[in-house]
């Protein structure tokens, strides 16, 4: 064996009383023993061969010389929790999964930022390590992931940059990696949504979180991040029928959005509506709606659904949302439902953040559906679960 990862010593003492985990700890703690170690053990090898092995001093002979896997933490280059970068974007489909950054800010109404989003996320993301002990999921046991950078955007161009978000999506959703898209702001959610519907024969349902509706169809003259649902939904296989919104209340979702929910039968369902039906029985009736009829689902979060104590880097919070726990329940039920077309998160604003929660949320939003998406047998695609 040319390396010998450390284990801890088992520690001394009185004979231990059996373990009174809960039943979910429980549960996580004997599924860990059933997770592998090949991907950890193909990472130590890849470090030691192309980072060197460590210096003399060093005794533990799985440390490279150079980071190049998940240690530290705090060093390396921050692709999304480090997934090699993928240059030549005619290779993404060689990976299970494909991050995707989408910064754009020029359809924000307040405050801007979110042009900064992907780099906020990718850089919170470094604190992760792939395993969740509740979820029994090692992403690095299960899928491959890679993250093909940034699209590039148009700033002082909102129709652009919709025709190159929507080129780049369409692009990774052909290849057949499950994209992951870092916003941007939430006009993103028309070209991201056009991108996955063309390729599809059939219809594409939407579960939208948010608590701003979204559905009107301009926004001080022009589509901006007010206005993606009313567009998304122009587009001849994307039904309001199948548009769900959830978390959508408070003092700004302007009236004019709310009137055309109301005349293209959008399903709305607020944060009371959710938690007086609970969490399941809310994520049971948005996969009715958005798979009714439908070939695919677009997961479509907008960080400020959540309360705005938890995400104050975003460009219109809202206190009364979500708790950081009742969301990551709903996102968890909803991938591990179905399989999901794609995922965006939208809206996290960097430079109105503190001690970067915002992005930390918007990252555990993405490896909780990831996480969801692989222990129910949807990623990798093709898997027979
Ligand atoms: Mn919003």
């Known amino acids: 064996m040319p390396f010998a990862p450390s284990h801890p010593v088992p520690h001394e003492g009185p004979p231990r009383r059996g373990p009174r985990h809960g039943p979910e700890a429980a549960r996580a703690v004997e599924i860990e023993r059933t997770l592998g170690h090949a991907g950890r053990d193909a990472e130590i090898a890849r470090g030691l061969e192309m980072g060197l092995p460590g210096a003399d001093s060093i005794v533990d002979r799985t440390i490279p010389t150079f980071s190049r896997g ?53 850089d919170i993301s470094l604190l992760y390590g792939p395993y969740s002990f509740e979820l029994g999921v090692d ?11 940034d699209v ?11 025709d190159q978000i929507t080129k780049a999506v369409s692009h990774v959703y052909a290849s057949g990696a499950f994209p992951v898209v870092l916003g941007g702001d939430h006009s993103i959610g028309y070209p991201t949504s056009r991108g996955v519907a063309e390729n599809l024969d059939g219809k594409l349902g939407i579960i939208h979180f948010d608590r ?21 939904t122009d587009l001849p296989n994307v039904p309001p029928e199948n548009l769900v919104q959830i978390g959508i209340g408070g003092w700004q979702a302007p009236r004019p959005g709310v009137e055309v929910g109301r005349d293209r039968g959008t ?19 948005a996969l009715e709606v958005a798979w009714d009829g439908a070939d695919a689902v677009w997961l479509s979060f907008d960080v400020d659904c959540l309360d705005a104590a938890f995400v104050p880097g975003t460009g219109w919070p809202e206190p009364g949302g979500f708790l950081p726990r009742e969301v990551l329940k709903f996102i968890q039920l909803i991938a591990d ?14 430079p109105y953040d503190n001690a970067e929660i915002t992005a930390l949320i918007a990252c555990r939003v993405i490896c909780d559906t990831l996480g969801c998406l692989v222990r129910s047998g949807h990623l990798p695609k093709g898997r027979v679960s």
């Open 139 to 149: 992403l690095r046991e299960s899928i491959t992931m890679c993250d093909v950078g």
């Open 70 to 122: 998940e240690l530290p933490h705090f060093a390396g280059i921050p692709t999304f929790m480090k997934a090699p970068f993928v240059e030549d974007v005619r290779r993404c489909g060689e990976y299970d999964v494909a991050i995707v950054g989408a910064p754009f800010d020029g359809g924000t109404t307040y405050r801007p930022g979110t042009r900064f989003g992907p780099k906020g996320i990718r």
């Open 267 to 285: 399903t709305i369902m607020t944060v009371t509506d959710c938690v007086e039906m609970g969490i399941e029985a809310a994520a049971e009736r």
């Open 212 to 232: 701003h509706v979204d559905t009107q169809e301009t926004d001080l003259d022009e589509r901006m991040h007010t206005t993606p649902w009313f567009h998304a």
């Open 337 to 350: 439902a179905r399989p999901l077309a794609g995922i965006e998160i939208v809206e996290c604003s960097p």
């Open 152 to 162: 590039f955007t148009i700033p002082a161009n909102i129709e652009k940059t919709f």
